[in-house]
C-alpha cells in the first residue's frame, strides 16, 4: 500500500510541475476589465493613472484613462483585485473587486476628489497623449510598440518610475527576461527613494516578487528563489508571497518545505482555493494523503461556482478514495 501511495505522488508530481504552472502564471488568462474615472461633477479625468494589483498574485498592471476618463486592463485571470487610482491635484481612489478569467467583468466608475493647492501633473499635455496611447498599445497586445513608447516618455522623464514598471511588464510579455529586471531594479530604485512616512512596501514586495518571477522564467531557480524570499520578509502579511516561494520549491523538488508556504498563505488567506489546491499537491508528494484530502475537500468547500480548481480537486478526490 506504501508503494501505491509513492506512485500516486510521484504521479502528482508530474500534474504540479507540467500541467498546473508555476505563479508567474497566475493571475493571468482571458478576462478583460474597463472602468471609467470621473471627477465629483461626474466629468471624465484624462491622465488618471490605474494600477491594478492581485490580491492574490503578484503580477501587478498599469493604465491610463483616456480624454473620455476610459481605461482598462486585458489579460486578466480569476482572482480578486485591488485597483488605485491616481492624478495629481486629485486624492487617491482605492476600490477593491473580484474579477473572472472567463465572465464579463463590472464596469465601475471611480469618482476622484479634488485636491486643494495640489501641483500640476509631471506629464505636459503631449506626453498624456503618448501614455494613452503607449497603454492603448499594451491592451491591445502590441508589446513591442508599447514598450518603444515607454521608453520614448522616459527619456523625457527618467524618474517617472510608473511608466518604467509599464516598460518591464512589457518585457516580460515580450519575454525579454534580463531587461526587463533591469528596469524592475530602476522601478526599486525609485519606490525606495520615497519618503519613508510613505513609502509603498507592499509595490515594493510585488516588484521583488516580479523579478523572482523572471529569473524563474530564466530557469535561473536560486536568484528566484531569493527574491521571492525577499518579498516575504518586506511583506509578510501578503499572502500571495508565501505562495510564490512555496511554488518555487515544489519546482526544485522540496516539497517538505513547501507545505510549510503553503500554509502560511492559507493561514493568511484562509478562502483562498489555489492556495489550498497546491497544498493538496504537496502534501501527495510527501505521500501523506490524508492530509491531502483535507486540502482538497477544502476547495471544494471554499472555491466559487467558475473556479476549474473545484472540479479538478473532486477529481482528485475521486482518485484518492481509489487507493486510501
Same mark, same amino acid.
Given at each position: 500500500?506504501?508503494?501505491?501511495? /509513492?506512485?500516486?505522488?510521484?504521479?502528482?508530481?508530474?500534474?504540479?510541475?507540467?500541467?498546473?504552472?508555476?505563479?508567474?502564471?497566475?493571475?493571468?488568462?482571458?478576462?478583460?476589465?474597463?472602468?471609467?474615472?470621473?471627477?465629483?461633477?461626474?466629468?471624465?479625468?484624462?491622465?488618471?493613472?490605474?494600477?491594478?494589483?492581485? %490580491?492574490?498574485?503578484?503580477?501587478?498592471?498599469?493604465?491610463?484613462?483616456?480624454?473620455?476618463?476610459?481605461?482598462?486592463?486585458?489579460?486578466?485571470?480569476?482572482?480578486?483585485?485591488?485597483?488605485?487610482?491616481?492624478?495629481?491635484? @486629485?486624492?487617491?481612489?482605492?476600490?477593491?473587486?473580484?474579477?473572472?478569467?472567463?465572465?464579463?467583468?463590472?464596469?465601475?466608475?471611480?469618482?476622484?476628489?479634488?485636491?486643494?493647492? %495640489?501641483?500640476?501633473?509631471?506629464?505636459?499635455?503631449?506626453?498624456?497623449?503618448?501614455?494613452?496611447?503607449?497603454?492603448?498599445?499594451?491592451?491591445?497586445?502590441? /508589446?513591442?510598440?508599447?514598450?518603444?513608447? $515607454?521608453?520614448?516618455?522616459?527619456?523625457?522623464?527618467?524618474?517617472? $518610475?510608473?511608466?518604467?514598471?509599464?516598460?518591464?511588464?512589457?518585457?516580460?510579455?515580450?519575454?525579454? @527576461?534580463? +531587461?526587463?529586471?533591469?528596469? @524592475?531594479?530602476?522601478?526599486?530604485?525609485?519606490?525606495?527613494?520615497?519618503?519613508?512616512?510613505?513609502?509603498?512596501?507592499?509595490?515594493?514586495?510585488?516588484?521583488?516578487?516580479?523579478?523572482?518571477?523572471?529569473?524563474?522564467?530564466?530557469?535561473?531557480?536560486?536568484?528566484?528563489?531569493?527574491?521571492?524570499?525577499?518579498?516575504?520578509?518586506?511583506?509578510?502579511? !501578503?499572502?500571495?508571497? +508565501?505562495?510564490?516561494?512555496?511554488?518555487?520549491?515544489?519546482?526544485?523538488?522540496?516539497?517538505?518545505?513547501?507545505?510549510? $508556504? @503553503?500554509?502560511?498563505?492559507?493561514?493568511?488567506?484562509? %478562502?483562498? +482555493?489555489?492556495?489550498?489546491?497546491?497544498?493538496? $499537491?504537496?502534501?501527495?508528494?510527501?505521500? !501523506?494523503?490524508?492530509?491531502?484530502?483535507?486540502?482538497?475537500?477544502?476547495?471544494?468547500?471554499?472555491?466559487?461556482?467558475? %473556479? +476549474? !480548481?473545484?472540479?479538478?480537486?473532486?477529481?482528485?478526490?475521486?482518485?484518492?478514495?481509489?487507493?486510501?
Amino acid at each position: 500500500m506504501k508503494k501505491l501511495a /509513492f506512485a500516486f505522488g510521484a504521479l502528482f508530481l508530474i500534474l504540479v510541475l507540467g500541467s498546473a504552472g508555476l505563479q508567474a502564471q497566475e493571475g493571468r488568462g482571458q478576462g478583460r476589465l474597463a472602468g471609467i474615472a470621473v471627477d465629483e461633477s461626474d466629468q471624465p479625468l484624462e491622465g488618471v493613472s490605474v494600477t491594478l494589483s492581485y %490580491d492574490q498574485f503578484s503580477r501587478v498592471m498599469t493604465a491610463s484613462s483616456n480624454t473620455q476618463g476610459q481605461w482598462g486592463f486585458i489579460g486578466l485571470g480569476l482572482g480578486a483585485v485591488t485597483l488605485t487610482l491616481k492624478k495629481d491635484g @486629485y486624492e487617491d481612489a482605492v476600490i477593491k473587486l473580484n474579477v473572472s478569467g472567463i465572465k464579463a467583468n463590472p464596469k465601475p466608475k471611480v469618482i476622484l476628489k479634488k485636491k486643494a493647492g %495640489d501641483s500640476a501633473s509631471a506629464l505636459d499635455e503631449s506626453a498624456r497623449e503618448t501614455l494613452v496611447q503607449a497603454n492603448d498599445l499594451f491592451e491591445e497586445r502590441k /508589446f513591442s510598440l508599447a514598450a518603444e513608447l $515607454y521608453r520614448s516618455l522616459l527619456e523625457e522623464f527618467p524618474d517617472l $518610475y510608473q511608466i518604467r514598471l509599464n516598460l518591464a511588464n512589457c518585457l516580460i510579455e515580450l519575454q525579454n @527576461y534580463e +531587461p526587463a529586471v533591469e528596469e @524592475y531594479h530602476k522601478v526599486l530604485k525609485g519606490l525606495q527613494a520615497e519618503p519613508e512616512e510613505t513609502r509603498d512596501i507592499k509595490s515594493i514586495a510585488q516588484v521583488h516578487a516580479s523579478i523572482g518571477e523572471a529569473y524563474l522564467s530564466l530557469d535561473q531557480f536560486q536568484e528566484a528563489e531569493d527574491y521571492f524570499k525577499n518579498s516575504l520578509e518586506i511583506n509578510p502579511s !501578503d499572502p500571495a508571497l +508565501p505562495f510564490n516561494m512555496a511554488e518555487i520549491l515544489m519546482h526544485a523538488g522540496r516539497a517538505e518545505e513547501a507545505v510549510r $508556504y @503553503y500554509e502560511m498563505a492559507v493561514r493568511l488567506k484562509p %478562502d483562498w +482555493p489555489k492556495a489550498y489546491l497546491k497544498l493538496g $499537491y504537496a502534501w501527495l508528494n510527501r505521500g !501523506d494523503n490524508e492530509k491531502a484530502v483535507e486540502s482538497f475537500k477544502k476547495v471544494i468547500e471554499i472555491a466559487p461556482a467558475d %473556479d +476549474p !480548481d473545484a472540479e479538478l480537486a473532486k477529481d482528485i478526490l475521486k482518485a484518492l478514495v481509489g487507493i486510501k
